[in-house]
């Protein structure tokens, strides 16, 4: 059982930056992929970045791709996502998710999902 709790969201103006995190119980979140998801309103949940369980390897959905950076820090059980150059279309929740099998972008494949944090962008 892996338990997420979210921090980080807030109100920002575009061009602005954001760290989301994502904090992680139980010994196992190394064994862990994780992605990060976001969902605005009216609009189903999309995949924005996903992270390898060594942080080795790591994927980005092509709207965030050069803007957003994914990492993680296995000894603090924690994954984060930092955010530059945000653009009003990034405002959602964002929600980090385990994946026991390992780096996708398909919800789904997601064992653990947390609350999720607002982030919402001013033009």
């Known amino acids: 059982q892996v338990q997420l709790v979210e921090s980080g969201g807030g109100l920002v103006q575009a061009g602005g930056s954001l760290r989301l995190s994502c904090a992680a119980s139980g010994r196992t979140f190394s064994s862990y992929a994780m992605g990060w998801f976001r969902q605005a309103p009216g609009k189903e949940r999309e995949f924005v970045s996903a992270?390898?369980?060594?942080?080795?390897?790591?994927y980005y959905a092509d709207s965030v791709k050069g803007r957003f950076t994914i990492s993680r820090d296995n000894a603090k059980n924690t994954v984060y996502l930092q955010m530059n150059s945000l653009k009003p279309e990034d405002t959602a929740v964002y929600y980090c998710a385990a994946n026991a099998g390992g780096g996708s972008s398909y919800s789904r494949s997601y064992d653990y999902w947390g609350q999720g944090t607002q982030v919402t962008v001013s033009s």
């Open positions: 992270i390898n369980w060594s942080g080795g390897i790591t």
